[in-house]
């Protein structure tokens, strides 16, 4: 009709807001990888130190991860790792993403002991890379190489099993007593001319430094 005005829809297209998703899925921020490096030397070898922990920063800084916890442990032999307790501890709070180390033998007492940390740290979600071997378990090749030392680690019990069974069937062999020295049985004579003496059973304990229970066992025996 004339004096009509026909009015069409305006496309608004720069009122429309980007929804930030590609193909149905939200864009993910890149997770900064949080790293706590494990740096052991022996009283010895103390003078490493540095070089360990300058080695592990620049690799974390290379791989783009920030170094928020450091442990630095000096001790000998397979000593227990007390501080390395500590990185494990912020493992199981989820405070770190990976643990740094600059060889296998820094971080665990045997192969036994380092497998059953990796085990750990892996149902943990929390990765582990050791700087001498390459050893990288958040990679697929490194997954395989902890496979193999749970090999390793197998034939290192049954190793430690057969020398102690074969220690045992030489003890027998030889005539030995196997098992705890029967310290108290040696004193049942004396412990009983004691008691008969009118001394406690304490007293006699304090006495021949073995303890009231063998004391009161031997005499319950003696009884019978």
């Known amino acids: 009709m004339r004096g009509e005005r026909l009015e069409m829809p305006v496309k608004q297209g720069s009122g429309i807001r980007k929804s930030g998703k590609v193909f149905g899925q939200g864009q993910k921020a890149t997770k900064m990888i949080r790293a706590g490096i494990y740096a052991r030397v022996s009283t010895q070898d103390q003078q490493t130190l540095p070089m360990q922990s300058r080695a592990m920063r620049e690799y974390a800084a290379r791989r783009g991860w920030m170094i928020v916890q450091q442990v630095k442990e000096v001790g000998s032999g397979a000593a227990q790792r007390q501080l390395r307790e500590k990185l494990l501890e912020a493992a199981r709070r989820r405070e770190i993403d990976v643990v740094l180390v600059w060889r296998l033998d820094r971080w665990g007492r045997s192969v036994t002991d ?30 395989a190489m902890a496979a193999l030392l749970s090999v390793f680690a197998e034939f290192e019990r049954e190793i430690l099993g057969e020398r102690v069974r074969a220690g045992l069937a030489h003890a027998r062999q030889n005539g030995k007593r196997l098992g705890r020295p029967l310290t108290a049985g040696l004193h049942a004579g004396q412990i009983c001319k004691l008691h008969r003496a009118g001394i406690s059973k304490s007293e006699i304990s304090r006495r021949l430094n073995i303890g009231r229970t063998s004391v009161r066992r031997i005499l319950t025996s003696e009884k019978g």
Request: charged share 15%.
């Open 114 to 143: 380092l497998l059953a940390t990796l085990q750990e740290l892996e149902h943990l979600g929390v990765g582990f890379v050791s700087l001498s071997e390459a050893l990288d378990l958040t990679t697929p090749a490194g997954r």
